[in-house]
């Protein structure tokens, strides 16, 4: 069953699942932020070794293209003067913005821009390593920007070279280094300085594009493990929640004590089974009713003395249901939630009748054992005088035989020591621990004898005895035969004294052999108990009659008792009353 304090709880707990801990989030953020960081690292650099390959092979390109372009020219006799032009008119190019060629030494013989012929270039280099295959260097031009420089041996002739039937003009450097006396390759180096600014911002572009990536990927990650604790986390809180609701229903539907719990609109939101079955409510037709409406004023009461303390109270009601009332022991709070809402009041209620009735029957019994030891020691002190007040009335009887009238007065005296003495016998016994020697023994005969003792009696008093439900097969029970006698004679003797005008004494024998027991019924047609005194005629020198001891029913129930039985009575004035004794047919234990 849900309640509204039960949803907001619920609530709390879903919303409290969303607050990450920032250790959590600093522990993704230090396992990702590496591994990602690494990833743009590397792809910068992988970047900028594929700029530096394209510029490499566009340089090499380029030499090969000027090589190329060179040999076609030397078969055409070419001079400076062409390879000078040929250098500027590929210098042209937009992200071109150097080409030159150097001696041995350094010594610029050619560029695009003839004022540098002559300066020195590249004096920093080993000119003797630089061979045929590319090389290539970043380096700061004179404007500070940065250039990209492809050199290599320059060899346009392609080992030895011979003239072409002219005269060599020592006039032209060309001719100078590349028809020298050995008729050797020349030893000239090329270099091409390429433009890396628009690279450079391409490349300054794409590492700002991999790190906007790479932090868009770690916010990504960080978003996806939290999203997967959020998700573990609700999924475990709700199994949780699952499980604790389930177990507190079950709680509540099968806790003994009545549970009531009254909203802060004063409607009813939440009973469980045993409130349904005490007050005879279900939920359907309870739940959201006002509870002035259902419920009995006690707890309404209850519900709004509570209303005005902090603390719970106990407090014992009896409350009517259906015409019959029954004591509980209710206790009643407040209920708030964590932030100190108030939600409404919850009631607890257990039924104490019976713990009411077993404290009364405790408090007789301390009562008839207190009573009975007064008893008993009074008995003993009167015991001894009314034996010589016997003794003296036997004695004037035998000195004044011949005196009727004081003949008279001493049987009055030895007829009443006598009954003073059957009642000082009752007190002894009702005082004294009862002790019974139990047997297995067919109670069709006990109950016979005693009717039989009775019988002379009933016939006198026009009392009819009736035995056809006795049945006819004997019916066995674990009793003391002479003590179930005594108890049997006794109820008998207070059936015939309450049927003065005659009337029917029924005795019955049912046997229950799925509990293992037997009962004894003994009903009478007479004037019955009244109903204020039903739950009293057990208690000792308790009677309505005039010469009764009031001690009879209550060695009954003694007797009963010692037998680990059961004595039950139901009178009425119209039918008159009805002992039903229920006997253990096997010995217990």
Excluded at 17 to 42: D, E, H, N, Q
Excluded at 117 to 125: A, C, F, M, Q
Excluded at 504 to 521: C, P, Q
């Amino acid at each position: 069953m849900q309640t509204n304090d039960m949803k907001k709880k619920e609530t709390r707990a879903n919303q409290s699942l969303m607050r990450i801990s920032p250790w959590v989030i600093a522990g993704s953020f230090i396992i990702m932020a590496p591994i990602l960081a690494f990833m743009t690292i590397k792809d910068i650099q992988t970047q900028q070794e594929n700029m530096t390959m394209l510029l490499t092979e566009k340089g090499a390109a380029l030499i090969r293209s000027f090589e190329a372009g060179t040999r076609t020219g030397m078969g055409m006799n070419w001079s400076g003067v062409q390879v000078q032009r040929l250098i500027m008119e590929t210098a042209e190019q937009a992200d071109i913005l150097y080409i030159l060629i150097t001696d041995k030494n350094g010594k610029i013989v050619a560029h695009n821009l003839p004022m540098n012929i002559g300066n020195s270039h590249g004096v920093e280099l080993d000119f003797s390593g630089i061979d045929e295959s590319i090389q290539a260097r970043q380096l700061l031009g004179p404007d500070g920007k940065p250039v990209f420089e492809v050199y290599r041996k320059f060899t346009p002739s392609q080992g030895r070279v011979f003239s072409h039937g002219g005269m060599m003009r020592s006039h032209d450097w060309f001719y100078s280094y590349m028809f020298s006396e050995t008729r050797k390759q020349p030893e000239l180096t090329i270099f091409i300085g390429l433009d890396m600014g628009p690279i450079v911002d391409t490349n300054k572009e794409n590492a700002s594009q991999s790190i906007v990536i790479a932090v868009i990927l770690l916010l990504l990650g960080l978003s996806g493990i939290i999203s997967i604790i959020i998700a573990q986390n609700y999924r475990s809180a709700r199994e949780s929640l699952s499980r604790i609701k389930a177990f507190s229903d079950n709680i509540v539907e099968n806790m003994p004590v009545g549970l009531l719990f009254v909203g802060d609109n004063g409607k009813i939101m939440t009973i469980n089974d045993a409130f349904e079955k005490m007050f005879m409510i279900s939920p359907d037709e309870s739940i959201g009713r006002p509870a002035t409406d259902l419920l009995p004023s006690q707890i309404v009461d209850l519900i709004s003395d509570i209303s005005t303390q902090d603390d719970i109270i106990f407090k014992e009601i009896q409350c009517s249901v259906q015409g019959k009332t029954t004591l509980y022991e209710a206790s009643a709070g407040i209920l708030k939630d964590d932030e100190d809402t108030f939600l409404g009041h919850i009631v607890l209620l257990r039924d104490i009748s019976e713990v009411a009735h077993l404290k009364k029957e405790v408090q007789r019994r301390e009562r008839l054992a207190s009573l009975g030891s007064l008893a008993a020691g009074i008995a003993h002190e009167i015991r001894n005088p009314l034996s010589s007040i016997k003794g003296f009335a036997t004695y004037f009887k035998e000195r004044y035989r011949d005196v009727p009238e004081d003949q008279k007065t001493a049987d009055v005296m030895i007829r009443e020591v006598e009954r003073l003495n059957r009642v000082i016998g009752q007190l002894l016994e009702f005082a004294r621990p009862m002790n019974i020697q139990r047997k297995e023994i067919c109670i069709n005969d006990i109950v016979h004898h005693a009717l039989d003792t009775i019988s002379s009696q009933a016939v006198s008093e026009n009392i009819h005895i009736d035995k056809d439900s006795i049945p006819k097969e004997a019916v066995f029970a674990f009793i003391d035969p002479d003590k179930l006698g005594q108890v049997l004679l006794n109820i008998f003797l207070n059936a015939l004294e309450a049927m003065e005008g005659g009337g029917t004494l029924s005795v019955s024998i049912e046997e229950d052999k799925t509990n293992d027991t037997v009962s004894l019924i003994i009903s009478d047609t007479g004037r019955g108990i009244p109903k204020k005194d039903i739950g009293r005629i057990f208690d000792p020198y308790y009677t309505t009659k005039q010469s009764g001891t009031g001690l009879g029913l209550a060695i009954v129930h003694k007797i009963i008792e010692a037998h680990d039985a059961q004595i039950q009575v139901q009178s009425s004035s119209e039918l008159g009353t009805s002992f039903t004794i229920t006997l253990n047919t096997h010995k217990k234990g």
